[in-house]
């Protein structure tokens, strides 16, 4: 376990502890390939990225979601405050994000892990790699019942339209280039 971050054995544990369930975990799976790819591209690219923590965020992302579809609550804060409490404050950092990001993408600051797995887990719907745009449909016709849900959902495929230019203007694919990844085993 290098500076903090869980391997990816100690993930797969975690996933169990927390009863991860088979779809959530096909989901995070599929999140993590999205994850590493684009993180070695960057990292090729010369970005500073922590692969370990990478892959970590990513396999853990949802590690709450089981929790709060059996009783209810915020799975992005209860899986952060969980992963901080057993001392990985920066995976508890990219679990908290994972939904929306702290900082506007369209602000000038260095990519980080955080903002990596937060738009893999915008291209994953279940377990296939999706456009933004179907990713987005999906989002609105399961949680837009409200024209306030409706407006937050619109407002976060902005961010993340704009987060998949910052991310792609570092690398040589494109984000169509992901899709490919549903050939994998």
């Known amino acids: 376990m290098g500076r903090g971050h869980p391997s990816e054995t100690e993930c797969l544990r975690l996933m169990d502890e927390y009863e991860m369930l088979p779809n959530i975990r096909a989901h995070s799976r599929r999140v993590h390939d999205v994850a590493l790819l684009l ?3 960057l990292f090729e690219a010369g970005l500073k990225l922590e692969l370990p923590l990478l892959k970590a965020g990513a396999l853990l992302h949802d590690i709450a979601k089981t929790a709060t579809i059996n009783n209810g609550g915020d799975h992005a804060r209860l899986g ?3 992963l901080s409490r057993r001392g990985h404050p920066a995976v508890a950092e990219i679990i908290r994000e994972h939904v929306c990001l702290s900082r506007n993408p369209e602000e000038p600051w260095p990519l980080r892990e955080v903002e990596i797995v937060n738009y893999a887990d915008k291209r994953v719907l279940h377990d296939r790699v999706v456009t933004l745009n179907q990713r987005f449909d999906d989002l609105r016709q399961r949680y837009g019942r409200t024209e306030a849900a409706l407006s937050r959902i619109t407002a976060n495929q902005r961010r993340s339209q704009c987060l998949e230019e910052k991310i792609f203007a570092h690398i ?5 280039d992901l899709l490919a990844i549903n050939e994998w085993s």
């Open 39 to 41: 993180g070695e591209h």
């Open 80 to 82: 952060a405050e969980w």
């Open 172 to 176: 040589t694919i494109s984000p169509d």
